[in-house]
């Protein structure tokens, strides 16, 4: 029996946020359950943790999850995976120790699309700037019992292919701080704010600027300095190139609308 971090991919449509709850189709229900139809042991033995939490809706390309499995060929493991799995993707691997703790990792990228109406790139920039360092994000966040203060390490704005992409990364994050720090750099971007306001909202004065869409917001990656994720080749060849045909077809569709 060994212990693996595995970099997991979901879109967020159709599962009530990564964390089990009873009665609800999660990320953490199916891996689960794929888990324990490959590995034949029992959820107790497999010991299943996640990085990191994400809401209903919300997407990951790198999320991560840790458990114990008797299959050391990492190849075999995540082909098979796969194999079984509907709608989370096993893309790399990496063996750890038994005392790994997920949640610790080092940094957290985050991606957040926006339609691009008229947005001022360069204030959005500014705005995004005044998140960049320590701050008490207490009006940037639902309040959940935590620390509101921590350090954003970067944020950064630009225009690609008509939309408009915010990246954000930190060692970690409060619950819809992403989406509410999106919502108030798209409102300054937009001209529906001014960059005082967000400077008084750092301050702790109350004022709200929204939530950006869940279904555009995408945890790109979860990283561990000095851990080596092993990716084999090929395994979504066949389906990457069914689904980007399926988006085409859609796109020709509306466009002809």
Known sequence: MIRVAVKIAYLGEGFYGSQMQPGARTVEGEAL???????????????????????????????VAVFNTPLEDPTILLKALNAVSRDVFYRSIAEVG??????????????????????????????????EGEHDFVRFCKADGKSTVLTMNSVNVWKENGLIVIDFEAGYYLWNMVRRMSAAIAAVGRGDAELSDVERALSGESIGFGLARA?????????????????????????????LFRDGLRRSFFASL
Do not use: K
């Not at 703790?101 to 500014?126: G, M, S």
């Not at 917001?217 to 979504?236: A, K, M, N, Q, S």
């Open 215 to 243: 279904d555009a917001l995408t945890l790109r990656d979860v990283v561990y300095d000095g851990l080596d994720f092993i990716e084999p080749e090929g395994l979504f060849d066949d389906r990457v190139r069914e689904e």
């Open 98 to 131: 038994e005392d790994f703790n997920p949640r610790h990792a080092d940094r957290r990228l985050y991606r957040q699309i926006l339609q691009e109406d008229c947005f001022d790139v360069d204030a959005a920039n500014r705005c995004a700037a005044l998140f």
């Open 33 to 63: 359950s794929a888990l324990m139809r490959i590995c034949r042991i029992s959820e107790d033995e497999l010991d299943l943790r996640l990085a990191s939490r994400t809401d209903r809706g919300v997407n990951a390309l790198g999320n």
